[in-house]
């Protein structure tokens, strides 16, 4: 089974706080993806990478960055925390045929 | 702009029943499909993959209809543990792949 796992399940930080989030997974994947859910927003991608030392904006990035020094570890930096930055976050990797297999997510909480 | 459109319900249904859901796509380059479970504040897990030719696992049949761009859910005897949130999801091969998520349909089903 793939297994994708996040670093932390909550998280409470202070606005202008710098976060890190970190996701591994454990199934070779090249893909990986960090996006946000908020309700009635639904699921909007944040960054993505495909490979090593590569990353690609996705439809929010503003506020964000990632790091892919590693190919089983993906991770998601806010540079300075803000309250509307408040939101559950989901790592997931991706398979060659496009199955993507999500972490357990971790939902931070800025004050 | 890629959409994919859900009717967000909830459908209400007693155990037992039948329920259907629908999604429509608007990237006609579209090319992988999938449904997803959201059990509430838990991480999106994949369902089923959906083949043009149509496919069923066990309870659950899903179909694809290209040409009116749109995919299907059928859900056949319905169990108290298949209340969650169903979301449609749909794969362009445009530009970077990145996978399409609808906003889901929550379905409760009742005793």
């Known amino acids: 089974d793939v297994k994708v796992t996040q670093s932390s399940r909550y998280l409470v930080k202070r606005t202008g706080e710098k976060v890190f989030l970190e996701c591994v997974q454990d199934?070779?994947?090249?893909?990986m993806f960090w996006y946000r859910q908020d309700p009635g927003l639904g699921l909007r991608l944040i960054y993505f990478?495909?490979?090593?030392?590569?990353?690609e904006k996705g439809d929010i990035p503003e506020g964000y960055s990632v790091s892919r020094e590693k190919k089983e570890r993906f991770s998601l930096i806010l540079e300075s925390a803000s309250t509307n930055q408040t939101s559950m976050y989901l790592c997931?990797?991706?398979?060659?045929?496009?199955?993507?297999?999500f972490g357990p997510g971790t939902r931070l909480t800025v004050t | 702009r890629k959409e994919v459109e859900q009717d967000p319900g909830p459908f209400n249904v007693p155990e037992g029943a039948t329920v259907a859901f629908n999604c429509t796509y608007s990237?006609?380059?579209?090319?992988?499909f999938f449904w997803y479970r959201q059990d509430c504040r838990k991480e999106p897990k994949l369902l089923m993959s959906?083949?043009?030719s149509g496919n069923e696992d066990g309870r659950f049949t899903a179909q694809l209809n290209r040409a009116s761009q749109y995919i299907s859910l059928l859900i056949r005897d319905s169990k108290l543990s298949d209340s969650a949130t169903y979301l449609c999801v749909v794969n362009s091969l445009e530009g970077y792949s990145t996978l399409t998520f609808g906003k889901g349909t929550m379905l409760l089903v009742s005793p």
């Open positions: 959906v083949y043009s």
């Open positions: 990478s495909y490979d090593v030392k590569m990353k």
């Open positions: 990237n006609s380059a579209s090319q992988s």
């Open positions: 199934m070779d994947h090249e893909n």
């Open positions: 997931a990797s991706r398979s060659v045929s496009y199955e993507q297999y």
